[in-house]
T-cell receptor, first 113, second 109 residues
Framework: NAGVTQTPKFQVLKTGQSMTLQCAQD?????MSWYRQDPGMGLRLIHY???????DQGEVPNGYNVSRSTTEDFPLRLLSAAPSQTSVYFC????????????FGPGTRLTVL | EDKVVQSPLSLVVHEGDTVTLNCSYE??????LLWYKQEKKAPTFLFML????IEKKSGRLSSILDKKELFSILNITATQTGDSAIYLC?????????FGAGTRLTVKP
């Protein structure tokens, strides 16, 4: 099993550009989520999904979109990148809910100029 | 509002020292307290605690939960340079999970 995979590992964008961060898991987990991690602020939840076709907003959803067409994939889209979105992004999955043990992907370091 | 507070925010020790990391929480319908270790990349799971007073142990790491006083501690004995990392705690309540800001531990040779 590969676990949770994310691509790309690094990305530099200009303000206003859009892009998609990819996330996939092969553990047949129902729950998937996206976090951003900024210095001194821990992990903050952006969006999450409790199963294919179902998504919801987390703590900091503005400027991001998600979709969940399959159990395995949960891409995160930045609609119009802003410098405030410079961060490290982690995708995570767990068996059924956020309260179950979460397994994290390796992260994407995004810089918006 | 639900919150998780970790202390200290950073800590520098020498190899062989024993350290204690603290995590206090206020979470509605509390279910569990989790500890993660984050080195250069993704957080990796260490412990899940659900019951007060029962120590969980893995090698030199141990953790305990106090549900009355709403906190948990993570102990690391005989620290090694490989223990240098950010240690995150997270509290779950209902279907929610809230992370603390983390404690950055640096172990010097």
């Amino acid at each position: 099993n590969a676990g949770v995979t994310q691509t790309p590992k690094f990305q530099v964008l200009k303000t206003g550009q859009s892009m998609t961060l990819q996330c996939a898991q092969d553990m047949n987990h129902e729950y998937m989520s996206w976090y951003r991690q900024d210095p001194g602020m821990g992990l903050r939840l952006i969006h999450y999904s409790v199963g294919a076709g179902i998504t919801d907003q987390g703590e900091v959803p503005n400027g991001y979109n998600v979709s969940r067409s399959t159990t395995e994939d949960f891409p995160l889209r930045l609609l119009s990148a802003a410098p405030s979105q410079t961060s490290v992004y982690f995708c995570a999955s767990s068996y059924r809910t956020r309260a179950d043990t979460q397994y994290f992907g390796p992260g994407t370091r995004l810089t918006v100029l | 509002e639900d919150k998780v507070v970790q202390s200290p925010l950073s800590l520098v020790v020498h190899e062989g020292d024993t350290v204690t990391l603290n995590c206090s929480y206020e979470v509605t319908n509390f279910r569990s307290l989790l500890w993660y270790k984050q080195e250069k990349k993704a957080p990796t799971f260490l412990f899940m605690l659900t019951s007060s007073g029962i120590e969980k142990k893995s090698g030199r790491l141990s953790s305990i939960l106090d549900k009355k006083e709403l906190f948990s501690i993570l102990n690391i004995t005989a620290t090694q340079t490989g223990d240098s990392a950010i240690y995150l705690c997270a509290a779950t309540g209902g279907n929610d999970m809230r992370f603390g800001a983390g404690t950055r531990l640096t172990v010097k040779p």
